[in-house]
């Protein structure tokens, strides 16, 4: 079956970095998403990665490694306002998403 | 973990049709249910929110009349884009909350993909 898994909670202090990751098995592979989203509010897009590498949007990093199945997003200088869940999705063969469940994300200061 | 579907997870339609995408929970009982919209690596934009056997609540600029949502069941939603036409060309996902879920825990269905003629 096709899974996506990533932490369920994190803890970081504020001003540090934090790395979330995400593993999948889908079948087949066009793109990995992250996506940040706030209590009650809708997803907002934050990165797309389709070849492996890193690309660095600001402070936040997104990194593919397609033969290991995995992905992470790294979060720099961490704010307050960087608390809330982080989505990782991957589109398969058939352009459909599949999930994960949501990292929340905690900063402390 | 919670598990949400859609059907049709893809469809083609002329100008003009109507068009009705199911949202499910599998594995249980949704008591909101959430319709977004989604264009090419954007960010998802919530058309509405539904409750089960209430009407739903549509956000600024999406027409209600246009976009029916019927949250029959505690498993069901369906969206129906009534005369469609080619700017409705989109990628639909719907989430679903859990009755006592946390406010900020959804999960959502695998999208589908409505190409307009």
């Known amino acids: 079956g096709q899974n996506i898994d990533q932490p369920t909670e994190m803890t970081a202090t504020e001003g540090a970095i934090v790395q979330i990751n995400c593993t999948y098995q889908t079948s087949g592979f066009n793109g990995l998403f992250w996506y940040q989203q706030h209590a009650g509010e809708a997803p907002t897009f934050l990165s797309y990665n389709v070849l492996d590498g890193l690309e660095e949007k600001g402070r936040f990093s997104s990194f593919l490694s397609r033969s290991k199945g995995y992905s992470y997003l790294l979060l720099k200088e961490l704010q307050m306002k960087d608390s809330a869940s982080y989505l990782c999705?991957?589109?398969?063969?058939?352009?459909?998403?599949?999930w994960g469940a949501g990292t929340k994300l905690i900063i402390k200061p | 973990g919670a598990v949400v579907s859609q059907h049709p997870s893809r469809v083609i339609c002329k100008s003009g049709t109507s068009v009705k995408i199911e949202c499910r929970s599998l594995d249980f009982q949704a008591t909101t249910m959430f319709w977004y919209r989604q264009f090419p690596k954007q960010s998802l934009m919530l058309m509405a929110t539904s409750n089960e056997g209430s009407k739903a609540t549509y956000e600024q600029g999406v027409e209600k009349d246009k976009f029916l949502i019927n949250h029959a069941s505690l498993t069901l939603s369906t969206l129906t884009v009534t005369s469609a036409h080619p700017e409705d060309s989109s990628f639909y996902i719907c989430s679903a909350r859990s009755a006592g879920g946390e406010a900020d825990t959804q999960y959502f269905g695998p999208g589908t993909r409505l190409t307009v003629l």
């Open positions: 999705a991957v589109m398969d063969s058939n352009y459909q998403l599949i």
